[in-house]
């Protein structure tokens, strides 16, 4: 191999597939979502970025290295850009300010690409795997160290997840050798790792942290990557997406996050007491697992939306939400507050009689509906035999700002109709009304909307309600029995 007067940074090159071309696809271009796919990306950004792609040449950088000699000039593309350097600068008006760098005055007849400014080609190259963000430094001297001040971090695979020993040695290069400049985006998704591995992948994480990233997303398609030493310390962390891990108390201690607004945990394991934000907007805990017998308490006053969406364990207990705006609560099979009564065919609530576990507090308090019961949204699921809802109705709470309400089928299960009946004489401005029957959708067979067909209404239901849905696969006769009930309120129903 030849001298490089960079010789440094060759050691990111140690393994040659990182310059694969990009696929072509087979009408002979390359395929954006190579580059641009996996989220929403801005237009502009995926057309520079198109562009750039396709005007690979020679390095001028290091001719002599195997790797970089082999990347033949391409014709030049003509691309819908703006018209002027100006225009193509507020593009990205609104961006997070980042290290500025000047660069050289475009060329006569240049690409309106290169006449951009550096700190906007950190903030283009950041929307790239690192793989391909290193990869620029071939397309022209300018480039060469334009990938060491992205604003951002983007470690997988130039085709999505790959196996965390694939990207091991090129990410730890990676880290020694960029800048250390801020990061306002880290996002790591991997797939399998070995223990081997592990020691690697928390240090990314701390590395993140470190460049005070701001949003944060930490994906392993092979659970679970167990961070529980690992304590979360950023006044700059606004939002957190975790995905196959195993949280420990020191890393759901966001005590020292100020700034946390987002937090979105899904397949992971959760091995804490308590989760307490007062900063946390948004929250979304989808599929977890919780130790057989462990209640998680959320701490969470100033949530605006909340998701808990079929996680195992028992379900969480919450705190009064004076903000919440928007609620989903699916309790699904893996839920163990199961109703002791339920597969005897005895229902819980009917003629007084109530199993062990459906025996309301005697301190009047509810686990979820008193809680969420100031959200204008709500989206209120459970499989048959659960009996959190059924519970909270005793001590019903009036959701006073409520104005959409979904509901499934276990809602309309008991022979009175009693959960319904209830929840609906306790919304007081509710709007509409969506029943998803024995269907799980999002398309049903059949959907069925109902209308007053009278000015009067009866007192147990709102003056606004003013349009009722109805939605299944077919109308048998337990749908029957919840459209004669709906018929005694005055609402009447035609087929769509």
Not at 199 to 208: E, S, T, V
Not at 458 to 465: A, I, M, V
Not at 485 to 496: G, P, Q, T, V
Request: glycine letters at 6%; a negative charge; proline letters at 6%.
């Amino acid at each position: 191999m030849g001298s490089c007067s960079h010789g440094p940074t060759l050691s990111l090159f140690s393994s040659e597939k990182w310059f694969d071309r990009p696929r072509i696809s087979e009408e002979g271009g390359s395929s954006s979502s190579d580059y641009c796919g996996g989220g929403a990306r801005d237009e502009w950004t995926c057309r520079l970025l198109d562009e750039l792609r396709r005007r690979r040449r020679k390095a001028s950088i290091c001719p002599s290295h195997p790797s970089l000699s082999t990347l033949a000039a391409s014709p030049p593309l003509i691309v819908s850009l703006p018209r002027s350097a100006d225009d193509a600068g507020h593009l990205f008006d609104g961006m997070p300010p980042g290290k500025k760098h000047e660069s050289a005055p475009p060329a006569r007849g240049a690409d309106l690409i290169s006449s951009l400014p550096d700190h906007l080609l950190h903030h283009v190259i950041s929307f790239l795997p690192a793989q391909a963000a290193v990869q620029t430094c071939l397309l022209a001297r300018r480039w060469r160290h334009l990938w060491r001040y992205t604003t951002g971090l983007r470690i997988t695979g130039l085709d999505g997840p790959v196996p965390a020993e694939e990207v091991r040695v090129f990410v730890d290069h990676l880290l020694i050798l960029r800048e250390r400049t801020d990061l306002d985006t880290v996002e790591i998704k991997l797939g399998s790792f070995s223990e081997e591995d592990q020691p690697y992948l928390k240090l990314w994480a701390r590395f993140a942290v470190m460049c005070k990233v701001r949003v944060l997303t930490f994906h392993i398609y092979d659970p679970y990557l167990y961070l529980d030493e690992i304590p979360l310390v950023s006044r700059h962390l606004r939002t957190l997406d975790l995905q196959g891990l195993g949280l420990g108390e020191a890393f759901l201690d966001f005590a020292s996050c100020p700034a946390l607004e987002h937090l979105k945990m899904a397949v992971c394991d959760i091995s804490v007491d308590m989760i307490a934000s007062r900063t946390l907007k948004h929250l979304s805990i989808t599929n977890c697992h919780a130790d057989s017998g462990q209640q998680v308490h959320l701490s969470t006053p100033g949530l605006v939306s909340l998701k808990l969406d079929g996680s195992s364990g028992m379900t969480p207990t919450l705190e009064n939400m004076a903000s919440l705006e928007t609620a989903f609560v699916y309790l699904g099979h893996r839920c163990e507050d199961d109703c002791l009564s339920y597969d005897s065919g005895v229902f819980c609530g009917t003629n007084n009689i109530s199993c062990e576990n459906c025996v309301p507090n005697g301190d009047g308090r509810t686990i979820l509906l008193g809680c969420i019961s100031s959200a204008k949204h709500l989206e209120l699921m459970s499989e048959s035999g659960k009996f959190i809802f059924i519970r909270d109705l005793e001590h019903c709470p009036t959701f006073s700002k409520l104005k959409t309400l979904v509901l499934n089928e276990y809602w309309c299960e008991a022979p009175d109709m009693g959960p319904l009946a209830c929840i609906l004489k306790n919304s007081p401005v509710l709007e509409k009304l969506t029943l998803q029957l024995f269907s799980k959708g999002p398309n049903h067979m059949v959907e069925m909307k109902g209308i007053y067909s009278s000015v009067e209404r009866l007192p147990q239901t709102s003056k606004h309600l003013n349009i009722v849905e109805v939605k299944c696969d077919v109308v048998d006769g337990r749908i029957l029995k919840v459209l004669k009930f709906l018929c005694a309120y005055n609402i009447r129903f035609s087929f769509e």
